[in-house]
């Protein structure tokens, strides 16, 4: 890869971190940390939607929030979507980040799938291709 994309890269980086203390300095930012990722406990082996935005709701009354925009990432954009259906006089506005608002395809969930048996053969591997793809080209 040029070393120009590296300087787009690092360029948008820092704008993204200018932005974000702005942005900190007017908005309340809240990161959940959905059942079944990070630190959180899984509640059953599958979490809906729906089950997802209720804990979303559940944090915003903790914080009192009562109106928000939400910004939903990949996955998150579904949960998203289902707290627009489930309690949209929260809302102010939604923002959908690398996802969309309509259902995956059926090719989109079987390479899903794919990529998750992979994965889960062979993490190691699987990230070392991932960095090495995406970090040293």
Not at 125 to 136: A, G
Request: charged share 20%; with cysteine.
């Amino acid at each position: 890869m040029p070393w120009f994309y590296y300087m787009v890269f690092l360029k948008i980086i820092i704008y993204g971190m200018i932005f974000r203390i702005n942005y900190l300095k007017v908005f309340k930012v809240i990161a959940i940390d959905l059942p079944g990722f990070g630190q959180s406990d899984n509640f059953s082996e599958v979490h809906s939607m729906e089950f997802m935005a209720g804990v979303v709701k559940d944090v915003l009354d903790q914080e009192e929030v009562s109106s928000c925009v939400i910004t939903g990432h990949s996955m998150g954009g579904y949960v998203s979507l289902a707290f627009l259906e489930q309690f949209p006089a929260y809302l102010k506005g939604l923002i959908l980040f690398h996802s969309h608002a309509a259902a995956d395809t059926d090719e989109a969930k079987k390479n899903r799938e794919r990529t998750v048996k992979i994965v889960e053969a062979n993490k190691k591997d699987f990230i070392k291709s991932v960095y090495t793809r995406f970090v040293c080209t």
